[in-house]
């Protein structure tokens, strides 16, 4: 937990909830009227639990129906959402007034955001088949950035791989920067060709190693990095000292590329040979917190986020670590969406201790 004046970080969850009115609408139809509400929560790290904020969080309004990913940056939170007929936007909440504002429209706003990024002055937003859009803080607008080399004409968006020829099915997307560069990581799948008789072959999408590519905002230029050892499809990409890693998801995906099947492996990348490489988990025992061991750090991963735990495991350490005291942390509605945030101490009192001051 950091310090900031009056105001404390905090892991939080962000869920625009649904409700129904008990009073009917005076329609032809008498259905409950539907409200959506923020609802937020932050996870007390001493008594390994969620709980309330003490106070309430502006609202986003009815328009805002679902949340999918946020960054913090510059006293203010970003979130992309979805509103009514699929329109997809990006609300910015003012931690110190508790408001929200919506940022102006951006390209192809009826393609979801998959992942925000914060470089310099700018917000780029990430989606999983469209160039990345990055959002100007000083001149309010938005621009479009570069596509990559080779994208295909099908339903989805397709790359030709560098060098060899193969045709990828890109399927999840996940996203983090290091060195003012961004990173992002696809899921995908390789077109196959089957030969069932002399004379025919059939098509048939088989799982593939994930791709990584990196973004230079100053050059709007995109780079394929590497290939990771085994599939990804909705894993997490973040920072450990200073090193990529990917963790969390699963290692196939459904015929709509929803993730799928046994849990995807841990990979860290290594700059110096452009490689990844798997690292074994030794100590962490089956769990439903997506808990990884990665450089003698435990890291959970809930709804795709990464969470340092703190917990360190010694050299000497023979077993398992012990988890059962972070179960509740998994406790939080699959479409919270998690991110670290600044807020008020006095908003994170409980009645306890609220009675211990009396």
């Known amino acids: ?147 990559f080399a080779s994208v295909g004409k099908d339903l989805r968006f397709f790359i030709t791989a560098k060098g060899d020829g193969q045709c990828l099915r890109l399927n999840t997307v996940t996203a983090t920067v290091l060195k003012s560069k961004i990173y992002v990581v696809h ?60 963790a969390g998801g699963n290692c196939s995906c459904d015929f709509s590329g929803k993730p799928r099947g046994d849990p995807a492996a841990v990979e860290v990348y290594k700059e110096e040979t452009n490689s990844w490489s798997v690292i074994k988990q030794k100590h962490i025992p089956q769990n439903n917190l997506g808990a990884v061991e990665i450089e003698d750090k435990v890291y959970f991963i809930i709804n795709k986020f990464p969470i340092d735990s703190g917990i360190r495991i010694p050299p000497e350490e023979m077993y398992h670590i012990h988890l059962d005291e972070w179960e509740n942390l998994a406790q939080v509605g699959r479409k919270a969406v998690l991110c670290y945030l600044p807020v008020k101490r006095e908003s994170l009192k409980t009645e306890y201790h609220e009675s211990q001051a009396e």
């Open 1 to 147: 937990m950091l310090i900031y004046g009056s105001f404390v970080q905090v892991l939080v969850g962000i869920t625009q909830d649904i409700t129904r009115s008990k009073e009917l609408v005076q329609d032809t139809d008498g259905d409950p009227e539907i409200k959506h509400k923020i609802v937020v929560q932050y996870f007390d790290a001493e008594e390994k639990m969620w709980k309330r904020l003490q106070y309430d969080v502006a609202q986003l309004g009815n328009e805002t129906q679902s949340l999918f990913c946020a960054e913090y940056f510059g006293n203010y939170l970003y979130v992309a959402g979805k509103r009514q007929f699929d329109q997809f936007v990006i609300c910015r909440y003012d931690v110190a007034n508790n408001s929200w504002e919506t940022l102006p429209p951006f390209f192809e706003s009826n393609h979801q955001i998959n992942c925000l990024c914060a470089v310099d002055d700018y917000i780029y937003a990430i989606s999983e088949s469209n160039p990345p859009q990055r959002y100007s803080l000083g001149n309010n607008n938005w621009q479009k950035g570069a596509e």
């Open 187 to 246: 899921g995908c799948e390789k077109l196959d060709y089957i030969r069932e008789n002399r004379y025919h072959c059939r098509e048939e999408w088989r799982d593939n190693p994930a791709v990584m590519h990196c973004f230079d905002p100053a050059k709007n230029k995109w780079e394929q990095i590497a290939f990771t050892c085994r599939p990804h499809f909705g894993s997490s990409l973040f920072l450990v000292n200073n090193s990529l890693c990917l």
